[in-house]
């Protein structure tokens, strides 16, 4: 690749990173009349070009390929968006308010200013009209509707889960991604996004960012960009802001206390085929908030990878692999993790620690599952645990409390939060109530990061609140 | 990829495919260790070393069989060190989801 002369942009608002935190800030300051530019350091991909969770869109959006892991025992395998748009464009869509118990024991336990649940909602709200957060008008996929069976056996509570879906009057639904809805709108209300543009690292004088250094790349040519900003928002995910506030040498209650809601899984053989196009919507919240039930992507090649996780001879339920759906129990993990940037490598040391509290919820996380499918009519149950047994009825989910071990339990995770928590106790959070980095006027972060805690339900809608509340906050603060 | 990783890969496909389909798996391989962060590249490179050691001396001795492959798979699979266990689980979820996606109708 050639290099070319350095260029120099200047920006009244610089937002680093297009997600849901990204997105959100940049629509709202844009919005308000702020001169935003928002910089992503991947490409900027048609919502409509890729299959979801096809290998192409593996290739194309997720880093790394979704080949990225948290180091410990066990390992926790996880998946982050690479592109315009971020997370959003490859999770499954759904959408969960953060429950309000949850946002005042925060409030209380890192001392979050305005952080009440009627705060929080009223920003949700306002969300979910954007995104057109919605419920499927007509009855769910079979995938989907074999959970609430099950549940409803078992009287269990299940809920359908909304999804920032929008749907025609065809019942057809788009995952309405921050490609499709915050960012054309920031950029009608005059925000520029540049893609293809990595932030190396913030460029600082005393208590103050006065820009930041980037690599461009355009044509297969990378050229070397500094970008001059009045106000930085790194929104970069729970990962990847860590990780640059680390290589520019802030690093006081940064990166430390990361957390995850680790995801064990079952491939579940039914007697009938089952759809494969979508992420089924019903989830069992009957353990909830700290273990919950669901499904998963469920296309023929997850079909296989969830058949050869357990070890098992797998090969005739493959033959019949449109008989077989993916599901998962995640828990809210007791543990934690650290997300470290280390001079001379690209990706950050992410590592994880899980309790013995953990592993034991994991374990009763699958037996419920196991439960749960077996009551929904399936015949055969694969565990993401290597050597763990294949489940034919119910007397034999007792084997599984013994084969969930660290050494056996292959375990993965979409949801990381809480890098760079936030509050007023200093000795607890990398940034105050509103995301303002200690120690710095002029610099922000508004994602996944802050959440102080793994909120137990998909974060997308908790990140889009807070970026929200973060923003105004900074506009009236200006 | 390294030598061991090719090995383990062309034994991990499925044997009914033809070379175009295996050496398109292969490249896919390839690409996502490429693009792996490079600590768990380079971990994973130690081992694929460490491991294909005596491989490498069997062949040098011309007694290394890649058929032997398949049984030293299967010892690594159920190895109690997680670390062994996960490499072949590494290269055997990509090469199955490969399979699967880019060759839905051989497979």
């Not at chain 1, 805690?453 to 974060?459: C, E, L, Q, R, T």
Request: aromatic fraction near 6%; proline fraction near 5%.
């Amino acid at each position: 690749m050639m290099k070319t002369p350095e260029a120099t942009l200047d920006a009244d608002v610089l937002v680093i990173g297009s997600g849901a935190g990204g997105a959100a800030t940049a629509a709202t300051l844009a919005a308000a009349g702020r001169d935003v530019t928002v910089v992503e350091e991947g490409p900027w991909i048609d919502p409509d070009a890729l299959e979801p969770f096809s290998l192409a869109e593996m290739a194309a959006k997720y880093r790394h390929r979704g080949l990225a892991a948290a180091l410990g025992n066990p390992a926790i395998a996880f998946a982050e968006g690479r592109c315009v748009g971020g997370s959003t464009e490859i999770n499954s869509g759904l959408y969960h308010r953060l429950p309000g118990a949850l946002a005042e024991s925060w409030r209380d336990e890192y001392a979050i200013d305005e952080f009440g649940s009627d705060t929080l909602d009223s920003y949700a709200e306002r969300i979910e009209n954007e995104l057109a957060v919605s419920r499927l008008p007509g009855a769910p996929p079979p995938s989907s509707a074999l959970l609430e069976r099950g549940a409803t056996k078992l009287g269990w509570q299940a809920v359908e889960y909304a999804r920032v879906f929008r749907y025609d009057t065809a019942g057809r639904g788009v995952k309405q991604t921050m490609t499709r809805t915050l960012l054309p709108r920031a950029v009608e209300a005059g925000a520029t996004v540049i893609p293809n543009c990595r932030v190396r690292r913030l460029v600082r004088h005393g208590g103050r960012v006065i820009g930041v250094r980037c690599e461009r790349t355009e044509d297969g040519e990378a050229e070397d960009l500094t970008i001059r900003a009045e106000h930085v928002f790194v929104c970069a995910g729970a990962i990847q802001t860590p990780a640059l506030l680390h290589r520019s040498g802030i690093r006081g209650g940064i990166g430390s206390g990361l957390k995850v809601h680790p995801m064990i899984k079952i491939a579940a053989r039914f007697p009938h085929p089952v759809d494969h196009g979508g992420v089924p919507m019903q989830v069992i919240t009957e353990f909830g908030p700290n273990l919950s039930i669901g499904g998963s992507a469920s296309r023929r090649g997850q079909v296989a990878m969830a058949l050869a996780d357990s070890s098992a001879d797998y090969r005739e339920a493959m033959d019949n692999w449109e008989n077989v759906s993916v599901y998962y129990a995640a828990i809210r993990s007791e543990g934690r993790g650290r997300v470290v940037a280390l001079p001379g490598l690209r990706a950050p040391i992410v590592t994880y620690r899980l309790t013995e509290g953990d592993m034991s919820r994991l374990a009763r996380g699958l037996v419920h599952l196991g439960e749960v499918l077996l009551a929904s009519g399936a015949t055969e149950l694969y565990p993401s645990v290597a050597d763990g047994p294949v489940v034919r009825g119910h007397d034999e989910l007792a084997a599984w409390w013994d084969a969930v071990t660290r050494n056996r339990t292959n375990l993965m995770t979409v949801h990381l939060t809480s890098s760079v928590r936030m509050g007023e106790d200093r000795s607890r959070t990398g940034a105050d109530s509103f995301g303002r980095v200690w120690g710095f006027d002029n610099l922000r972060v508004s994602d996944a990061s802050l959440v102080p805690d793994a909120p137990g339900v998909n974060p997308q809608g908790t990140i889009m609140a807070i970026a929200a509340r973060n923003s105004d906050h900074f506009l009236a603060d200006a | 990829m390294l030598w061991l990783e090719r090995e383990v890969v062309a034994t991990l496909v499925s044997p009914t495919l033809d070379d175009h389909q295996r050496a398109e798996i292969e490249t896919y391989v390839d690409d996502s260790l490429r693009s792996m962060p490079e600590h768990l590249r380079a971990g994973m490179a130690a081992e694929s070393i460490l491991f294909g050691a005596w491989p490498r001396v069997q062949g040098a001795l011309g007694h290394y069989d890649r058929g032997s492959m398949n049984a030293r798979l299967e010892r690594w699979k159920a190895s109690r060190f997680d670390p062994v266990r996960q490499y072949v689980r590494l290269l055997q979820s990509l090469v199955l989801f490969a399979e699967h996606e880019l060759t839905p109708a051989a497979s």
